[in-house]
Structure formats: structure tokens, C-alpha cells
């Protein structure tokens, strides 16, 4: 840090302390440079974040299991030596079926299709690997003319063309298919089938016959690979505890972060980002500014429409990034006792979606401002594995309730108990007694999380992922490459290519954006 005329000056700000503003925040800083970390919540984390939301109850408050965390990104920060430790990996996932014993997702529990099964999991897995380097990747600009984005562009070329002509074939036809007509040409069990395709949809503005969620079900199988196909896995501590390894990794390298600090706005001398104005008008330079709130917050509030053209305020404006999650979490006075559940599964995923028929009727809903009183839950207690999660013989349940519409019909203080208690009742159908095991209770919709989480929509990509907002156009041209139309001013959040998930990847590709000194 120096200081000119009384004002503070590092050579990198990062705005928001999420996972990728704390991994760019890292990497920056152990590239030598002094980076300054603005977050303006009162703790770090962002959405990745552990929170105790009754005395004595803690719970991950936003995303609550690890599936694409980037391996190589664990371990070039070395976040195992900052604290970063498993208490569980390769979580099962079950579905949960009505007058049925719970079904185990996998090889095995596929049964008759067990085989079909085995084809389908090589043939994704073949075609997530050749999609994996991309998203990890800083896609090429095209029609640049820069030698690095052909040389990018080939290469992706080359790796799709090593999947041979027919996987490149098959990978061509169903690229843009729906996950329902896709799974409905692989198996005939509907349970299977309702599951495979709730990794479809998770997170999305999608049911399972939109169009593009083949796509988003590769992205996720990608993260799967980018993560070293650790399977699903729960931190100790709750997901708080990546952001804390994070943390521990950016200031050894010298970074500061500080919490309760809002930053009002980016200081822009020129056409040239310069250093941040904080909420209470103090200004700190800086040679370059990273944000990792959300696209439109970044653009459209923290920039401000006088500084950019219309067209690109035209385009950020329509980003589309309204969320269709809600997160529940239950504050319980012991164990619940899911039928037929062992103690695996119990300190598994378990999935309420039964059917591709039964998402789709979900998602239909909240088209229209609805929820379903069927709801799609994925459900996970992770106190089973971590007890330092509630007090002994006390229990978290932490669940994601897929299909929530931003706007409710009525408004939310009207229909949040009103969903609360279909949740509730739907998992109680699966575990009697629920009811009554119930210390404390908190649903946060959308709108919640968007006040709680300062993500704009409570999106959980901080914008859909769909074909128009995908790779080389994230989050809209202009702002693609990590890059804003202001000069020294970077885009690291969820925003940004490849999307969200706690991955950590765009953070790391705006770190090396910036240290290659472009934009
Ligand atoms: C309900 C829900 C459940 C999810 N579940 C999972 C899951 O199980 N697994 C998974 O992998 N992913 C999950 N996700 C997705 C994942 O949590 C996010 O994609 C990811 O955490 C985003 O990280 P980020 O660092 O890009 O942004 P964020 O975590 O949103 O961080 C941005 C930070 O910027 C801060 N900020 C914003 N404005 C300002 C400002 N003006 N000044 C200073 N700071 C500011 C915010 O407070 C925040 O801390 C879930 C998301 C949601 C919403």
C-alpha cells in the first residue's frame, strides 16, 4: 500500500470477499502484487459462506456441498495447509419415492439398467472431459485477431476432435437437446431418470424439457472433472471454510481483506477505472479494479450507465438473472429419521424428484409465479458428518429448494410460510415425525438471498446459464474475457465465464488476465 494527497493506493482492488474474489485476491498477491479485499457483508464468504442462524446451529448459508471445486486451485493455493478438510467425500445420492424403498443413484441401483447406466456415465464422463479444459480456460475472443485466442480456439477444436467422429457427432446432436427427451433415450426407470435430470436443472431458470439442459448437466459433470471427480464432499466447518482457507492463502501472501466495507462505487478518472469510492466517501486508488459481485451490480450500479455506452447498458440491463432457488434450513432436536434411509444415505444428498414429470409440473409453477405443493428438494444434513455443526445430538438439515420464482404471486411475506410448510410436509412424508423434531426454521426465497447475499436475482450463477450468456458471450459482449468496457477495470465473480458453483475458476482466470496485463 502507499498513499498520494492522503489517499490509500494498492495495485489491485478486489471488491467482495466471495470464493473467487478471495481466490483471484490469492493469486494476485502471490504474484507480488498488493491487492486490498472489499467485502461488504460483515463476514467473508459470499455465497459461500457457514452462519449460525439459530443460537448454537450452523449451517452452510448458501451453496452446502463441493462438487467442482477446482483441484488444481486446492492445491497451488495449498487451502488443505489454511484449514480446508473433508468431513465427508463421495456423498451418495438417493432419491426419496413415495410408497418406495429409497432408491440409491448409481450402478447399482439402476438394477435391470444397470448396464445402460454404465454406457451413459462413460459416454458423459467422455464428453465432460473434453468440455472441462474450456471452461477452465479464458475463452478466445473471437474474431480478435490475437494469436492466443486462435491458438485458444484450436485448441478446443483439437480436443473436441480427439473425442473421435462419433462421440464428436453424438456430443453435436445432443449439445442443444433437453435433458428430458436425452435421458428418455438412455434408460426407462423414471426415479433415475428424475434424478439424473435434477443435476439438469439445479441453479437454473429451467425445467427438464427446456431446450440447453443437456448443456447445463455437462457443465456440471465438467465441474466434476475440474474438482479431480472428487464426488460430492462437505467441508469441516461448512462451505464458510473454503472462503476461510481462501482467505488464509490471500493474506499469507500478503492481500488485506476487509469485511463491512460496501463500496459505493468505481472511481473512474476518464474512461479509466482508478480506485473504489466506499459507502462512507472515502476513496482508495488503485491500478486495477476486480469485481466479483454480480454483472449488473458491477455494471450497471458500481460503474453507472453515464460511463458506458447504451447498447452495452441495453445488453446488461436484459442479462437475465433472476433466481429459482430458495434455501431452507432446519434447526432440529435430533436426528431425522428418513425411512428405509441407512446411515450412508443419511450423510448423503437426498433428492425429492421422483420424475422428469414431477420437475417439469414444479417448474411450470413458478413460470408463473407459483410453487408447486410438490416441491423438488435436494436435502443434505450435515451435521450427520460434521458435529461442529449443532450442539451434541442436535442436528442441521440444510435443503435447496428448486423453484421458487423470484416474484411470488401475492408477494413473498404472504406465500413464504405457505411454502415453508409444503416443504416441510413433503419431507415429513418421507420422515414422520419431522414436525415435531423442529427447533428453529428459516426459509430465505430469492429475494432474500439477493439482500443477503447482495447478488442481484439471488441467482445462484449470478445469471442464467443459457446458450446466449454461455462462454464466449458471458456475461454479455463487452464484458467477456473477465474485461469491462472501462479500462482497468476486471470481472471475477460467477458472472463471468465459466459460471457458478463454488469452482473458483473465474477468479483464477481474472487473476491471470490481469497479471498478463490485459484490458
Ligand atoms: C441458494 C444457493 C445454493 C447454492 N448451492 C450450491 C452448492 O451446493 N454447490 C455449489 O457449488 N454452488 C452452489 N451455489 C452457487 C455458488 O454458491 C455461487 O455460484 C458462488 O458461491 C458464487 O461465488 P462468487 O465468489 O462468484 O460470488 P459471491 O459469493 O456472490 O461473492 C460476491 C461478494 O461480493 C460482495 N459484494 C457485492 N457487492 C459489493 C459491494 N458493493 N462492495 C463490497 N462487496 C460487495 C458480496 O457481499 C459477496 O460476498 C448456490 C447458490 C445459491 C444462491
Request: glycine share 14%; hydrophobic share 45%; proline share 5%.
Amino acid at each position: 500500500m502507499s498513499a498520494a494527497g492522503g489517499v490509500p493506493r494498492y495495485d489491485c482492488i478486489v471488491i467482495g470477499a466471495g470464493h473467487n474474489g478471495l481466490a483471484c485476491a490469492a493469486l494476485l498477491a502471490r504474484a507480488g502484487r498488493g491487492v486490498l479485499v472489499l467485502e461488504a457483508a460483515e463476514r467473508i464468504g459470499g455465497a459461500a459462506a457457514t452462519r449460525e442462524f439459530f443460537p448454537g446451529y450452523r449451517v452452510s448459508a448458501g451453496a452446502h456441498l463441493l462438487h467442482s471445486l477446482s483441484a488444481d486451485l486446492r492445491r497451488d493455493l495449498r487451502l488443505d495447509s489454511h484449514g480446508l478438510a473433508a468431513a465427508a467425500t463421495h456423498m451418495p445420492t438417493t432419491s426419496l419415492l413415495q410408497g418406495l424403498a429409497p432408491l440409491r443413484i448409481d450402478a447399482q441401483g439402476a438394477g435391470a439398467e444397470a448396464g445402460a447406466y454404465a454406457d451413459y456415465e462413460a459416454r458423459m464422463r467422455r464428453f465432460a472431459g473434453a468440455l472441462a479444459p474450456a471452461l477452465e480456460r479464458t475463452p478466445p475472443r473471437l474474431g480478435a485477431g490475437r494469436l492466443s485466442d486462435r491458438i485458444e480456439l484450436l485448441r478446443l477444436g483439437l480436443r473436441l476432435r480427439r473425442l473421435g467422429r462419433r462421440d464428436l457427432r453424438e456430443l453435436l446432436r445432443i449439445g442443444g437437446m433437453n435433458a428430458f427427451d436425452w435421458l428418455n433415450e438412455n434408460f426407462g426407470s423414471e426415479p433415475l431418470k428424475g434424478a439424473l435430470a435434477f443435476d439438469a436443472v439445479l441453479g437454473t431458470n429451467f425445467g427438464p424439457r427446456s431446450p440447453g439442459t443437456v448443456l447445463t448437466l455437462l457443465y456440471r459433470l465438467a465441474g466434476q472433472r475440474i474438482a479431480g471427480d472428487a464426488g460430492l464432499w462437505q467441508p469441516v466447518g461448512g462451505m464458510g471454510a473454503v472462503c476461510a482457507a481462501l482467505a488464509g492463502a490471500a493474506s499469507a501472501a500478503g492481500a488485506v481483506v476487509r469485511t463491512a466495507t460496501p463500496v459505493e462505487r468505481v472511481w473512474i478518472e476518464g474512461d479509466r477505472a482508478v480506485g473504489v469510492v466506499l459507502a462512507d466517501g472515502a476513496r482508495i486508488g488503485a491500478g486495477t479494479v476486480i469485481s466479483s459481485a454480480d454483472p449488473k451490480t458491477t455494471l450497471l450500479r458500481l460503474v453507472g450507465a453515464r460511463h458506458l455506452d447504451t447498447d452495452f447498458v441495453r445488453r446488461t440491463t436484459h442479462f437475465r438473472a433472476r433466481g429459482l432457488a430458495a434455501k431452507l434450513h432446519l434447526a432440529l432436536d435430533g436426528v431425522p429419521r428418513f425411512a428405509g434411509l441407512d446411515a450412508d444415505g443419511l450423510g448423503g444428498r437426498l433428492l425429492i424428484a421422483p420424475s422428469m414429470r414431477y420437475i417439469e409440473h414444479a417448474y411450470d409453477h413458478a413460470k408463473y409465479g407459483e410453487f408447486s405443493r410438490e416441491p423438488v428438494l435436494e436435502i443434505t444434513v450435515p451435521s450427520v458428518n460434521d458435529g461442529t455443526l449443532a450442539p451434541p445430538g442436535k442436528h442441521v438439515l440444510s435443503a435447496i429448494l428448486q423453484y421458487a420464482p423470484y416474484a411470488a404471486g401475492g408477494g413473498w411475506d404472504l406465500q413464504r410460510p405457505r411454502l415453508l410448510k409444503s416443504a416441510i410436509d413433503s419431507m415429513a412424508r418421507f420422515a414422520p415425525g419431522l414436525e415435531s423434531q423442529i427447533v428453529a426454521a428459516e426459509l430465505l426465497t430469492p429475494p432474500d438471498l439477493e439482500r443477503e447475499l447482495r447478488i442481484t436475482g439471488g441467482h445462484w450463477h449470478h445469471g442464467d446459464l443459457a446458450f446466449d450468456q454461455f462462454f464466449f458471450v458471458r456475461p454479455v459482449p463487452g464484458a467477456t474475457q473477465y474485461r469491462s468496457p472501462v479500462a482497468g477495470l476486471f470481472l471475477c465473480g460467477a458472472g463471468s465465464h465459466p459460471g457458478g458453483g463454488v469452482m473458483g475458476i473465474a477468479g483464477r482466470n481474472a487473476a491471470r488476465e490481469v497479471l498478463q496485463g490485459r484490458g
